[in-house]
């Protein structure tokens, strides 16, 4: 079974610092792994996703992750953020060889920007 | 604009109420899910519609009971729920279900009274 752990429940900052979320997940197989980002009284959106390739993936307002097979981890980084950028931040892993159809999301890290 | 619209935004029921949750993708994909999201939960997984077929159920109480009348559309039919179900409910819909990314509504928010 695959499974995810955001380590971090919250995370304060102040605007303009560099941040860094983590995940770890469990899988036995090949696994695609995405971020979302749940602003509030909103559904989920869509930050950035690994499927193959390049380890390193960028995604939407400066958000990058990289993907570590090693360490099984998928940790999500932005050098410098903003005030909007407090949200709630989901990892998701989505098991690949299998016919499982689940997402299956983590308990999500809610990121405070402040002045 | 997410592609994917859920009505209404915000529901109050009481617990002997019926009522219809309504999800609605412009997206043209062939899967469309249901998802509870509880305060300091992970999101759970309720439903999974593949071309209008329900491939996985995931151990939900049948006062939950969805449709999926076209691959469009998808309903949760609600009745005689418990305080316990109030929770943000979620619709996604992805091109396939075989892992490719979803795309969200914003969700409607139940309370149960």
């Known amino acids: 079974a695959q499974s995810v752990t955001q380590l971090d429940s919250q995370v304060p900052v102040f605007e303009e610092a560099p941040v860094e979320l983590r995940c770890n997940y469990s899988?036995?197989?090949?696994?695609?792994l995405f971020w979302y980002v749940q602003y509030p009284n909103q559904g989920l959106q869509l930050l950035l996703k690994?499927?193959?390739?390049?380890?390193l993936v960028k995604g939407i307002n400066g958000f990058e992750a990289e993907f570590n097979k090693s360490q099984t981890s998928f940790h999500l980084r932005k050098p410098s953020v903003h005030i909007s950028d407090t949200a709630e931040y989901f990892c998701?892993?989505?098991?690949?060889?299998?016919?499982?159809?689940?997402?299956?999301f983590g308990k999500g890290t809610l990121l405070t920007v402040n002045p | 604009e997410t592609g994917v619209t859920q009505t209404p935004r915000h529901l109050v029921m009481g617990m002997t109420n019926k009522k219809s949750l309504k999800c609605e993708q412009h997206?043209?994909?062939?899967?469309m899910y249901w998802y509870k999201q509880s305060a300091k939960k992970p999101l759970e997984l309720m439903f999974v519609?593949?071309?209008?077929?329900?491939?996985e159920n995931n151990s939900v109480p049948s006062r939950f009971s969805p449709e999926c009348p076209n691959s469009s559309h998808l309903f949760l039919h609600l009745h005689t729920l418990q305080p316990e179900d109030s929770a943000l409910y979620l619709c996604?819909?992805?091109?396939?279900?075989?892992?490719?990314?979803?795309?969200f509504g914003q969700g409607t928010r139940l309370t149960v009274v």
């Open positions: 519609y593949s071309l209008e077929e329900r491939v």
């Open positions: 899988s036995s197989v090949s696994v695609y």
């Open positions: 998701a892993v989505f098991n690949s060889g299998g016919s499982n159809y689940k997402l299956t």
């Open positions: 690994y499927l193959s390739g390049s380890t």
């Open positions: 997206l043209g994909h062939n899967a």
């Open positions: 996604a819909s992805s091109q396939w279900t075989g892992g490719t990314e979803a795309f």
